[in-house]
């Protein structure tokens, strides 16, 4: 699986309140893939951490990997204490919501851009619009966590997190239950997921998944205007509207800089590779072949078993419920009254 692992926290609405913390990959066919969930008293530093070296068991810190999340201060100080080595970008939603929230400025979204120059042109025209914003990033947030464009490691597609929407969506009445009744419903709700693309990728019938299949297809589309002209053995000039592309067939790299940071053939790799007889195939990364989308599917899911079935020899620690500060104001929530409360009725 791509080496991308967006992180997130959402609220929980029970009586002790508390946050539930997600980690989560993109599969092979661009859906969420969760890898962790935790429950912690609030977002800061050392929930983070706490959170972080528990995922560290299933996903190594490495060179490769891109952690993705918002700006809050205990995500950034987590991961720069846990996982050293990784890349840490910024959710450019997250991005946006505070641009929108501080400055009261929007146009700050736009990071999706793959080529520097581009970006560049774009974020100074930002720039001179709103100073104000581009100085509140300028003090925060370097260009390498903001955009793809100058991210040194490769970060795909993946832009946003979108792993506690996911879970925010399903599970809008189970956020309200105690916590071990919606760890079972996460339980419930990761093998349903596992079951339903487990049949899809089983029952794909093409090298490549479905999503990307059809990215290629439009992608063909375009190349099919394209004019190539041979550089050297592997290296083409490809043209098209007055633009130009330099594509090495070789070392998967165009200047376009989208087969080099989606690691999906652009236009202007499926023009060349036509010119050169090479399998486009051959071309478009690993990650996005049906094998990989079948393995990562390929294990279960199974719910915790009945406690009286648990070892013996596990020696429970002691969990009370978190210090809570009370709210203002009454609860808005019915509750069902109590035995007494009913012999008095
Ligand atoms: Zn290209």
Same mark, same amino acid.
């Given at each position: 699986?791509?080496?991308?692992?967006?992180?997130?926290?959402?609220?929980?609405?029970?009586?002790?309140?508390?946050?539930?913390?997600?980690?989560?990959?993109?599969? %092979?066919?661009? #859906?969420?893939? #969760?890898?962790?969930?935790?429950?912690?008293?609030?977002?800061?530093?050392?929930?983070?951490?706490?959170?972080?070296?528990?995922?560290?068991?299933?996903?190594?810190?490495?060179?490769?990997?891109?952690?993705?999340?918002?700006? #809050?201060?205990?995500?950034?100080?987590? &991961?720069?204490?846990?996982?050293?080595?990784?890349?840490?970008? #910024?959710?450019?939603?997250?991005?946006?919501?505070?641009?929108?929230?501080?400055?009261?400025?929007?146009? =700050?979204?736009?990071?999706?851009?793959?080529?520097?120059?581009?970006?560049?042109? =774009?974020?100074?025209?930002?720039?001179?619009?709103?100073?104000?914003?581009?100085?509140?990033?300028?003090?925060?947030?370097?260009?390498?966590?903001?955009?793809? =464009?100058?991210?040194?490691?490769?970060?795909?597609? @993946?832009?946003?997190?979108?792993? &506690?929407?996911? @879970?925010?969506?399903?599970?809008?009445? %189970?956020?309200?239950?105690? @916590?071990?009744?919606?760890?079972?419903?996460?339980?419930?709700?990761?093998?349903?997921?596992?079951?339903?693309?487990?049949?899809?990728?089983?029952?794909?019938?093409?090298?490549?998944?479905?999503?990307? %299949?059809?990215?290629?297809?439009?992608?063909? *589309?375009?190349?099919?205007?394209?004019? &190539?002209? %041979?550089?050297?053995?592997?290296?083409?000039?490809?043209?098209?509207?007055?633009?130009?592309?330099?594509?090495?067939?070789?070392?998967?790299?165009? *200047?376009?800089?989208?087969?080099? @940071?989606?690691?999906?053939?652009?236009?202007?790799?499926?023009?060349?590779?036509?010119?050169?007889?090479?399998?486009?195939?051959?071309?478009?990364?690993?990650?996005?072949?049906?094998?990989?989308?079948?393995?990562?599917?390929?294990?279960?899911?199974?719910?915790?078993?009945?406690?009286?079935?648990?070892?013996?020899?596990?020696?429970?620690?002691? &969990?009370?419920?978190?210090?809570?500060?009370?709210?203002?104001?009454?609860?808005?929530?019915?509750?069902?009254?109590?035995?007494?409360?009913?012999?008095?009725?």
């Amino acid at each position: 699986m791509r080496k991308v692992v967006s992180i997130d926290g959402t609220w929980l609405k029970g009586k002790y309140n508390g946050v539930l913390l997600v980690a989560s990959a993109q599969d %092979e066919n661009y #859906h969420q893939y #969760h890898l962790a969930w935790g429950i912690v008293d609030v977002e800061c530093t050392s929930s983070w951490s706490w959170f972080l070296t528990k995922l560290l068991k299933v996903v190594p810190d490495e060179d490769e990997l891109v952690i993705i999340s918002d700006m #809050h201060q205990g995500i950034i100080n987590a &991961v720069s204490t846990v996982y050293r080595n990784a890349h840490h970008g #910024h959710c450019t939603w997250h991005l946006s919501q505070n641009m929108k929230t501080r400055c009261k400025k929007k146009g =700050a979204t736009k990071m999706f851009f793959y080529k520097r120059n581009e970006f560049d042109i =774009a974020y100074n025209e930002f720039r001179n619009r709103y100073p104000e914003a581009a100085q509140y990033l300028d003090e925060r947030d370097s260009l390498d966590r903001l955009t793809r =464009a100058y991210c040194p490691k490769t970060r795909y597609n @993946i832009m946003m997190t979108n792993g &506690v929407e996911s @879970i925010n969506a399903r599970l809008l009445e %189970e956020r309200k239950l105690p @916590i071990i009744a919606l760890l079972d419903s996460l339980q419930k709700l990761a093998s349903s997921w596992f079951a339903r693309y487990r049949h899809a990728s089983i029952a794909s019938n093409t090298n490549l998944t479905p999503t990307i %299949e059809g990215i290629l297809r439009s992608m063909f *589309t375009d190349a099919q205007g394209m004019q &190539v002209f %041979e550089l050297r053995r592997l290296e083409f000039d490809v043209r098209s509207r007055g633009h130009s592309a330099i594509m090495d067939l070789e070392s998967k790299r165009c *200047t376009c800089r989208v087969f080099d @940071i989606d690691r999906i053939p652009c236009a202007h790799a499926i023009a060349a590779s036509w010119l050169a007889k090479i399998d486009l195939y051959e071309m478009c990364s690993e990650y996005y072949s049906t094998m990989s989308w079948c393995m990562a599917y390929s294990e279960t899911v199974y719910p915790v078993p009945e406690e009286n079935e648990w070892p013996s020899n596990i020696n429970f620690p002691l &969990v009370l419920p978190p210090l809570l500060e009370k709210g203002v104001g009454r609860r808005k929530q019915n509750r069902i009254p109590s035995i007494g409360e009913f012999s008095k009725r």
